[in-house]
């Protein structure tokens, strides 16, 4: 069973940066495919950003690329997103997620339906 743990979450303002971090734990292997997804109030779970280890490969939601960026730690099975630049529209619970297959293409990796594994959830809220 793998665990995942959210760190880094807080209250910011608009046009300021946070980075959140996730720690899988529980199982010697790394996860092939980890991503963040996240869920406003009143509103569906979305994606935000995922990555594979196999080829690196990255996806974002369009809302922000350009300002987000998710990066992978393998050794110390960690995915991080750095947030810059955030709006109001970020205002979330996110979560982190992993899964233990992966499918390099844009409609897997961004349904959450194929994550096995979730945190706990870390909230983002940002003032404008």
């Known amino acids: 069973q793998v665990q995942l743990v959210e760190s880094g979450g807080g209250l910011v303002q608009a046009g300021d940066s946070l980075r959140l971090s996730c720690t899988a734990s529980g199982r010697t292997f790394s996860p092939p495919l980890m991503g963040w997804f996240r869920q406003a109030p009143g509103k569906e779970r979305e994606f935000v950003a995922t990555m594979s280890s196999n080829y690196g490969t990255t996806y974002y939601r369009d809302s922000v690329k350009g300002r987000f960026t998710i990066s992978r730690d393998g050794a110390k099975n960690t995915v991080s997103l750095q947030m810059n630049n955030m709006k109001p529209e970020d205002t979330a619970v996110y979560y982190c997620?992993?899964?233990?297959?992966?499918?390099?293409?844009?409609?897997?990796?961004?349904?959450?339906?194929?994550?096995?594994?979730w945190g706990q959830g870390t909230q983002v809220t940002v003032s404008s």
């Open positions: 997620a992993a899964a233990d297959f992966v499918q390099n293409t844009y409609y897997y990796m961004t349904d959450h339906q194929n994550y096995a594994y």
